[in-house]
T-cell receptor, first 111, second 107 residues
Framework: DVKVTQSSRYLVKRTGEKVFLECVQD?????MFWYRQDPGLGLRLIYFSYDVKMKEKGDIPEGYSVSREKKERFSLILESASTNQTSMYLC??????????FGDGTRLSIL | KNEVEQSPQNLTAQEGEFITINCSYSVGISALHWLQQHPGGGIVSLFMLSSGKKKHGRLIATINIQEKHSSLHITASHPRDSAVYIC?????????FGAGTILRVKS
């Protein structure tokens, strides 16, 4: 069974900090995704990656960057955290056109 | 860009009731996904379907490609079905998600 692991379930950071959210998948999937989920807005795509060192902006990339140095790991970086980045962050991976497999999410609070 | 609309946004049902959640999309697709998210939990893929009907236990998903519409049905609902149900359709390399339906089943 595919396992997508996010490094933290809950995270509290301060405004202005640099924040790293890590995601690891164990099924050699080429595609990986970062979403944020907010009440009433549903899931919104921040960035995705279709191969190592490749990345594409999603719908809301502002204030975020990503890194994919190895196929199994996709990191989301908040360069200078702000309170409007308080949200649930979900990572997903997939191969080809198969369904995405999601991690359990990281609930991030920026104070 | 594909627009995805789900209805209802919120749904409260009594245990045992038959439940229907609807999803409409604006652009023709190859397949549609139904996802489930329990409170505080991650997201699980329930179905991916491109035509007709699929069944898994008490869950049934149908799709009408011509009408660009899909429904998710839950028979004999149970409190453990309480979750957010999300439909999603392909948009290029990405998925486009509906806003989700929050289902609460009371015992």
């Amino acid at each position: 069974d595919v396992k997508v692991t996010q490094s933290s379930r809950y995270l509290v950071k301060r405004t202005g900090e640099k924040v790293f959210l890590e995601c690891v998948q164990d099924m050699d999937h080429e595609n990986m995704f970062w979403y944020r989920q907010d009440p009433g807005l549903g899931l919104r795509l921040i960035y995705f990656s279709y191969d190592v060192k490749m990345k594409e902006k999603g719908d809301i990339p502002e204030g975020y960057s990503v890194s994919r140095e190895k196929k199994e790991r996709f990191s989301l970086i908040l360069e200078s955290a702000s309170t409007n980045q308080t949200s649930m962050y979900l990572c997903a991976s997939r191969t080809g056109t198969q369904p995405q497999h999601f991690g359990d999410g990281t609930r991030l609070s920026i104070l | 860009k594909n627009e995805v609309e789900q209805s209802p946004q919120n749904l409260t049902a009594q245990e045992g009731e038959f439940i229907t959640i609807n999803c409409s999309y604006s652009v023709g697709i190859s397949a549609l996904h139904w996802l489930q998210q329990h409170p505080g939990g991650g997201i699980v893929s329930l179905f991916m379907l491109s035509s007709g009907k699929k069944k898994h236990g008490r869950l049934i998903a149908t799709i009408n490609i011509q009408e660009k519409h899909s429904s998710l049905h839950i028979t004999a609902s149970h409190p453990r079905d309480s979750a957010v149900y999300i439909c999603a359709v392909p948009g290029g390399n990405k998925l486009v998600f509906g806003a989700g339906t929050i289902l609460r089943v009371k015992s």
